[in-house]
């Protein structure tokens, strides 16, 4: 950092290169925090870690316990820079402890807004740090009044949240989108305080869900039948196409049921622009179609043969009779965590068999078949990826460690090692440059690369002592030089003081002969 400013000042960089250089140093030479430390109070894992995208200032924190922290990532920066203290501990702004668990408590819970059971996901309101969302493992999912610290809204969906999300493009839509242990994708309404309008689709779990950051009609969700399927909102009937990770020729796998005169009976439809030759696939792989060859009425008498995915009065034609297909697998285990790039272009998923894949939604969800080594993720339970501001490095919990990936080609460029047991979740940091993690040892480690500019700070100071040393040896060699000179001078001069001068007398006895 110093050379970088040393350059800047004597204007021999380029500013913008040396910006993106100074942010890939950064994310590269990422480690724990020499300067900055994150206290927690909570007694039970970190389940989910989120910074607001407002003014990118304040961490939310919740655990197991049911315990909710708050940071201000600005305050005790200005306050230690006046006190001019080096390290730097961010304190909670705000916490709220769950009740104790007895039976009173529980028939009140819902009305004081206390939450009894732990927390699972969390999310800030994108546009007003005044409110944030919650998913309970109760089964609530609830919008809380930052500065009164309370519940304002309730959604009770009976069964345990695994994950929430909130459109970051379209706010005005009032829609959480809540993906539970049902198989039905809950979109909260707002407005109405009811979440009527359901996402069927999927055959177990929800485990992650996440709105797109480019379109505000456009859902991602993850489960634990190993499928990835993407949902427009608008549509009531089923999904717009799944993520096959043998798929990577750019073609989505479409849906049953087209409309218009197009038939279903290709592998899907062609979302991406490919053409035809793209959908062959080898046999091993080729999704097949549940369709039989004829319709029987109960006396077995044969009424018409029709085709799958016929428009007009064609039984594919309507969403209630649409014949299903085998959905396509994007794992070979659970889902446990999806995340989008940040120009929405991307979406990025791990499972439980260890493995992490990069989908190209603007090609139909092809798999990139981009290898992500040393990956591990066993545990069938969510957990927390991220990317950095440009989508450019990706950062993956992998057991007690972090690893940190080029989101394009997949290389291991750091392994963060700090955590005592398992990493749930980890956030990025935008303003800092820096990574935050929660785990199950109950700590939240705060990442960055102060350990590496004090190295830099103690190269520096070296080398300008060593600079200073050098210089000080030039001025005494200097010197010594001086003074064996001056002392050469004044000998020469005392030599010839001494010789004898010329005598005259002989002078004048020649000249007189």
Same mark, same amino acid.
Request: charged content about 20%; overall charge neutral.
């Given at each position: 950092?110093?050379?970088?400013?040393?350059?800047?000042?004597?204007?021999?960089?380029?500013?913008?290169?040396?910006?993106?250089?100074?942010?890939?140093?950064?994310?590269?030479?990422?480690?724990?925090?020499?300067?900055?430390?994150?206290?927690?109070? %909570?007694?039970?894992?970190?389940?989910?870690?989120?910074?607001?995208?407002?003014?990118?200032?304040?961490?939310?924190?919740? +655990?197991?316990?049911?315990?909710?922290?708050?940071?201000?990532?600005?305050?005790?920066?200005?306050?230690?820079?006046?006190? #001019? /203290?080096?390290?730097?501990?961010?304190?909670?702004?705000?916490?709220?402890?769950?009740?104790?668990?007895?039976?009173?408590?529980?028939?009140?819970?819902?009305?004081?807004?206390?939450?009894?059971?732990?927390?699972?996901?969390?999310?800030?309101?994108?546009?007003?740090?005044?409110?944030?969302?919650?998913?309970?493992?109760?089964?609530?999912?609830?919008?809380?009044?930052?500065?009164?610290?309370?519940?304002?809204?309730?959604?009770?969906?009976?069964?345990?949240?695994?994950?929430?999300?909130?459109?970051?493009?379209?706010?005005? #839509?009032?829609?959480?989108?809540?993906?539970?242990?049902?198989?039905?994708?809950?979109?909260?309404?707002?407005?109405?305080?009811?979440?009527? $309008?359901?996402?069927?689709?999927? &055959?177990?779990?929800?485990?992650?869900?996440?709105?797109?950051?480019?379109?505000?009609?456009?859902?991602?969700?993850? +489960?634990?039948?190993?499928?990835?399927?993407?949902?427009?909102?608008?549509?009531?009937?089923?999904?717009?196409?799944?993520?096959?990770?043998?798929?990577?020729?750019?073609?989505?796998?479409?849906?049953?049921?087209?409309?218009?005169?197009?038939?279903?009976? =290709?592998?899907?439809? =062609?979302?991406?622009?490919?053409?035809? %030759? =793209?959908?062959?696939?080898?046999? &091993?792989?080729?999704?097949?179609?549940?369709?039989?060859? +004829?319709?029987?009425?109960?006396?077995?008498?044969?009424?018409?043969? &029709?085709?799958?995915?016929?428009?007009?009065?064609?039984?594919?034609?309507?969403?209630?009779?649409?014949?299903?297909?085998?959905?396509?697998?994007?794992?070979?285990?659970?889902?446990?965590?999806?995340?989008?790039?940040?120009?929405?272009?991307?979406?990025?998923?791990?499972?439980?068999?260890?493995?992490?894949?990069?989908?190209?939604?603007?090609?139909?969800?092809?798999?990139?078949?981009?290898?992500?080594?040393?990956?591990?993720?066993?545990?069938?339970?969510?957990?927390?990826?991220?990317?950095?501001?440009?989508?450019?490095?990706?950062? $993956?919990?992998?057991?007690?460690?972090? $690893?940190?990936?080029?989101?394009?080609?997949? %290389?291991?460029?750091?392994?963060?090692?700090? $955590?005592?047991?398992?990493?749930?979740?980890?956030?990025?940091?935008?303003?800092?440059?820096?990574?935050?993690?929660?785990?199950?040892?109950?700590?939240?480690?705060?990442?960055?690369?102060?350990?590496?500019?004090?190295?830099?700070?103690?190269?520096?100071?070296?080398? /300008?002592?060593?600079?200073?040393?050098?210089?000080?040896?030039?001025?005494?060699?200097?010197?010594?030089?001086?003074?064996?000179?001056?002392?050469? +001078?004044?000998?020469?001069?005392?030599?010839?003081?001494?010789?004898?001068?010329?005598?005259? /007398?002989?002078?004048? %006895?020649?000249?007189?002969?």
């Amino acid at each position: 950092m110093n050379k970088f400013l040393l350059k800047r000042e004597l204007g021999i960089c380029n500013e913008r290169r040396e910006i993106i250089d100074e942010i890939k140093r950064s994310i590269r030479h990422l480690d724990l925090s020499v300067y900055k430390q994150i206290i927690n109070y %909570n007694k039970g894992p970190i389940n989910h870690l989120d910074i607001d995208v407002a003014e990118n200032r304040y961490l939310l924190s919740v +655990s197991g316990d049911g315990i909710i922290q708050i940071y201000d990532l600005f305050e005790n920066l200005l306050n230690n820079k006046k006190n #001019n /203290e080096i390290k730097t501990e961010f304190q909670p702004i705000l916490k709220i402890n769950r009740k104790s668990n007895n039976n009173n408590n529980n028939n009140n819970s819902n009305s004081e807004g206390i939450l009894l059971k732990g927390i699972s996901s969390v999310q800030w309101y994108p546009i007003d740090t005044g409110i944030f969302f919650i998913g309970g493992v109760n089964g609530n999912v609830e919008v809380w009044d930052t500065n009164l610290g309370q519940v304002s809204q309730t959604f009770y969906l009976e069964n345990c949240v695994n994950s929430i999300s909130y459109s970051q493009v379209n706010c005005t #839509n009032l829609l959480i989108a809540a993906a539970t242990t049902d198989p039905k994708v809950r979109l909260c309404d707002m407005r109405t305080n009811s979440s009527v $309008h359901c996402l069927t689709g999927h &055959r177990e779990s929800v485990l992650s869900i996440k709105w797109s950051p480019f379109s505000p009609n456009l859902i991602a969700t993850a +489960s634990k039948d190993k499928t990835i399927r993407l949902w427009d909102i608008r549509r009531g009937d089923t999904f717009l196409f799944a993520l096959d990770q043998y798929n990577g020729s750019g073609i989505g796998i479409g849906v049953g049921g087209g409309s218009g005169g197009e038939s279903n009976d =290709d592998v899907g439809n =062609d979302i991406g622009g490919g053409n035809k %030759n =793209d959908l062959k696939q080898s046999k &091993r792989y080729r999704q097949k179609l549940h369709k039989p060859k +004829s319709l029987q009425t109960s006396s077995s008498s044969i009424i018409e043969k &029709r085709n799958i995915g016929g428009g007009g009065g064609g039984i594919g034609g309507s969403a209630n009779l649409t014949l299903k297909k085998e959905v396509p697998t994007a794992h070979n285990g659970t889902i446990t965590s999806i995340a989008w790039t940040p120009d929405g272009n991307y979406l990025v998923s791990t499972g439980a068999d260890s493995k992490i894949r990069l989908w190209d939604i603007q090609k139909g969800g092809a798999n990139t078949m981009i290898n992500y080594p040393n990956a591990h993720n066993v545990h069938k339970i969510p957990n927390q990826i991220c990317l950095s501001t440009n989508g450019q490095y990706l950062f $993956h919990p992998n057991g007690r460690a972090i $690893h940190v990936y080029e989101t394009a080609t997949g %290389n291991l460029v750091r392994q963060l090692k700090g $955590h005592f047991e398992k990493v749930n979740c980890c956030v990025f940091n935008h303003c800092d440059q820096a990574l935050i993690s929660g785990s199950n040892d109950r700590l939240t480690l705060y990442w960055d690369n102060s350990n590496d500019d004090q190295i830099d700070d103690q190269q520096f100071l070296n080398e /300008e002592k060593q600079n200073n040393q050098n210089n000080d040896d030039d001025n005494n060699n200097f010197q010594v030089t001086t003074n064996t000179t001056t002392k050469t +001078s004044t000998t020469t001069t005392t030599s010839t003081t001494i010789s004898p001068p010329t005598t005259l /007398e002989d002078v004048d %006895n020649w000249s007189d002969d």
